[in-house]
């Protein structure tokens, strides 16, 4: 084989340009970004060697003297970009969650929330989407870890256009952010033209017999079971609880007030995500409402494809309305 097609065939094989080519999921968080930049803004970006895996080349290719490449040095990443923040600039970085939310939390702690400037942190492939890569790359702790931190928003869009509008309401925002994201393959929910407000929860429907919170990717197959629930003459809500933190006090609460019980889904461990955040609020104000929390129970999750995976732990459409009849038919 000469060195011209070994090139060739090395090129072809390198499967993140091409996974980027077939999956526009990954090109909201630079269409957002982009939308941004052509507005005036001051954005900046970077990654830890993933721009293919977020989309992000999109926008290096688009500004390339707006765009850092970081190499595999998560923590230095989220420490530049709290220098860049002090010089006036916007940064966005990104890289998987289960290195961002984890691996770089002292950074985010001390560089980025404790002097609080306005870095965006996107921590994608969240939850078990990672699959088959393993618990070193499974982030299902990272609500939780971020929740814990002083004045710092986190947002769980349940797709990319709603991703792309959280990047363009970011821009007022004057304070730390972490986006929680998925892997560009979510079914999409929104329009990316729709408008994202930080803290306020997107109520889908109305029920009295249970009302389902959910974020990130299990909003997509709730929505669908509390659809096909009420064709069958069942009262059941649902709200997508974007901004976790804030989270969106009123709407809980007005959800406890007129349903038996509240169900909480998230890719997450059950201890210290959504369902730990709706338990506080639900408890302090002495609500009677009942709360069932779902996601990954108190444990390391399994390696395997995440369609497998998803069905395993029943945060798939099949899994989220099982439990929900189990619920509702119980009284």
């Known amino acids: 084989m000469s060195a011209k097609t070994a090139s060739r065939t090395s090129e072809a094989s390198w499967h993140y340009r091409e996974l980027n080519m077939k999956n526009p999921g990954l090109d909201h968080l630079s269409n957002g970004l982009i939308t941004l930049a052509e507005a005036g803004h001051p954005v900046v970006a970077g990654s830890a060697d993933l721009k293919y895996s977020n989309g992000l080349n999109r926008f290096a290719e688009r500004f390339p003297d707006r765009y850092f490449g970081f190499g595999i040095a998560e923590q230095n990443m989220v420490s530049a970009a709290a220098g860049l923040a002090t010089t006036g600039l916007v940064p966005y970085v990104a890289t998987f969650a289960s290195f961002l939310g984890l691996l770089a939390c002292e950074q985010i702690r001390m560089d980025v929330a404790y002097c609080a400037l306005p870095v965006r942190l996107i921590g994608h ?118 901004t976790v933190k804030p989270l969106d006090r009123d709407a809980v609460l007005a959800a406890a007030a007129r349903s038996r019980v509240i169900l909480t889904i998230e890719e997450h461990n059950i201890l210290g995500g959504l369902g730990s955040a709706v338990a506080e609020i639900l408890a302090e104000e002495g609500s009677p409402a009942r709360l069932v929390r779902h996601g990954i129970k108190d444990e390391f999750a399994l390696i395997a494809p995440p369609s497998h995976l998803y069905a395993h732990y029943e945060l798939d459409e099949a899994g989220i309305e099982r439990i929900a009849r189990e619920i509702i038919g119980a009284g």
């Not at 702790?141 to 928003?153: F, P």
């Not at 821009?171 to 079914?187: K, S, V």
């Not at 959910?214 to 709200?239: D, N, T």
């Open 125 to 242: 492939h969240t939850g078990i989407s990672m699959g088959f890569y393993g618990t070193s790359h499974h982030a299902t702790e990272d609500i939780g870890t971020m929740r814990s931190i002083a004045d710092l928003t986190i947002v769980s869009p349940a797709d990319g256009p709603q991703l792309e509008a959280a990047i363009r309401a970011s821009i007022d925002h004057d304070r730390p952010i972490y986006f929680r994201t998925g892997r560009g393959r979510e079914p999409n929910v929104y329009d990316p033209k729709a408008e994202f407000v930080f803290g306020r929860a997107i109520e889908h429907a109305v029920g009295e017999e249970l009302t389902i919170i959910a974020c990130g990717l299990p909003v997509h197959p709730s929505i669908a079971v509390a659809r096909k629930l009420a064709s069958e003459g069942r009262s059941v809500g649902m709200l997508d609880m974007a």
